[in-house]
């Protein structure tokens, strides 16, 4: 089963990217060159009107690694190879009270945000935890994020959340 599920998802982005598809064997096996072909491409191969121009990351875990290790590294990513025209990070829930009390992590945000990467907090999870103030101090704009969110969620945003 995941070699036709992966065969699939291979298939699609050959299909989007280069106009040809795969030679996948009875067995679910693909035909090298095809790989090969898949190796070479790049995310600016794939043409623009297949492809969302906008990011946000919903930052809701308390936990520095998955800060460092998950959430900063892709939105860096993201935005140093113009995966996205706009990339942004929400801070939501647990995140704003660690990032209230961790410098390294407060730095991070700040290189990001020097970088173009948009930074905001939920004003109301802030508020939860007492740290709307010092958010702010750090130059993220607290406000309430309910309603922008639905709003990405239903329009033309990809959207996920770490």
């Known amino acids: 089963m995941k070699h ?3 065969s699939l998802l291979l298939f699609s982005a050959l299909t989007i990217v280069q106009g040809q598809s795969l030679k ?3 067995k679910g096996a693909i035909d090298s060159t095809s790989i090969d072909s898949i190796r070479s491409l790049t995310f600016q191969d794939m043409p623009k009107s ?4 906008k990011l946000a990351i919903v ?7 998955v800060a460092t290790h998950a959430c900063f590294m892709f939105l860096n ?3 140093e190879k113009k995966y996205f025209d706009t990339v942004e990070m929400i801070v939501w829930g647990h995140s704003s009270k660690l990032l209230s009390q961790n410098k390294d992590l407060q730095d991070r945000v700040k290189a990001m945000m020097r970088k173009g990467i948009i930074v905001e907090a939920c004003k109301a999870c802030a508020d939860s935890y007492g740290v709307s103030g010092i958010l702010s101090g750090l130059g993220i704009p607290v406000k309430y994020m309910g309603s922008p969110l639905s ?3 239903n329009g033309d945003w ?3 959340c770490f």
Not at 50 to 53: E, H
Not at 59 to 65: K, N
């Open 24 to 26: 996948i064997h009875a």
């Open 59 to 65: 930052w809701t875990s308390g936990d520095p690694e």
């Open 50 to 53: 297949k492809r969302a121009d």
């Open 77 to 79: 990513e993201a935005k």
């Open 151 to 153: 709003n990405m969620l």
């Open 158 to 160: 990809h959207v996920f």
């Open 4 to 6: 036709i599920i992966l």
